[in-house]
């Protein structure tokens, strides 16, 4: 069954950097997965796409401190000099033959 | 510039019926697979159904399966969501979204969503 795993919090400092991880189920290591971030109170926004082998495609208009990165069934969502507007919700999707599945998010708080 | 615009939304009894439509901007509407997702308040991201490019494919998530029916018309350049036998859990802000391709995929655009509420 496919599934994903996120961490539901994760915290970091103003200017720091943090990875955030999406964990796919066993048995599905090569799927690729999506980064979303859904800040307070807005919808989400397209962050990028993530192919197992880390090769990443942006949406538009995401800054060059959004990179992405994979190992196994790991996806890593890396977010540097992080700033008070990337306080958010970060969600990970993923997708097989007519069917889409989310984690359940992680809420970043920059302190 | 990509805009995905829902409409439809709106408070509803249980056992009743609503349609939402999303209509499509800025890019070529028939090329792309499209999405409803929801969002229960307070809860995360759901994806509910989507539709191919030209609504050969079509999946549901189980929970919605045999009450909701998702359509879309590509000389409208628009996308639909026929609910039928609402449920008090299918309560969410209901978004349109658009496929990075034709057939499954990643999300690569997102709507502002259209509030459902189903009460009594």
């Known amino acids: 069954q496919l599934v994903l795993t996120q961490s539901p919090s994760a915290s970091a400092s103003l200017g720091a950097s943090v990875k955030l991880t999406c964990t796919l189920s066993?048995?599905?290591?090569?799927?690729?997965i999506a980064w979303h971030q859904q800040q307070p109170e807005k919808g989400p926004r397209y962050l990028m796409k993530?192919?197992?082998?880390?090769?990443?495609s942006k949406g538009d208009g995401i800054p060059d401190r959004f990179s992405g990165s994979s190992s196994g069934a790991e996806r890593y969502l890396t977010i540097s000099s992080l700033q008070s507007e990337d306080e958010a919700d970060y969600y990970c999707q993923t997708w097989g033959t007519d069917i889409q599945m989310f984690g359940g998010g992680t809420k970043l708080t920059v302190l | 510039e990509v805009q995905l615009v829902e409409s439809g939304g709106g408070l509803v009894q249980p056992g009743r019926s609503l349609r939402l439509s999303c209509a499509a901007s800025g890019f070529t509407f028939d090329d792309y697979a499209m999405y409803w997702v929801r969002q229960a308040p307070g809860k995360g991201l759901e994806w509910v159904s989507g539709?191919?490019?030209?609504?050969?494919?079509?999946g549901y998530e189980d929970s919605v399966k045999g009450r909701f029916t998702i359509s879309r018309d590509n000389a409208k350049n628009s996308l639909y969501l026929q609910m039928n036998s609402l449920r008090v859990e299918d309560t969410a802000l209901y978004y349109c979204?658009?496929?990075?391709?034709?057939?499954?995929?990643?999300?690569?655009?997102w709507g502002q969503g259209t509030l459902v509420t189903v009460s009594s």
């Open positions: 993530l192919n197992s082998d880390g090769s990443h």
């Open positions: 539709i191919s490019w030209n609504s050969a494919r079509i």
């Open positions: 066993s048995g599905h290591s090569t799927y690729a």
């Open positions: 979204v658009k496929g990075s391709e034709y057939g499954s995929s990643s999300f690569d655009y």
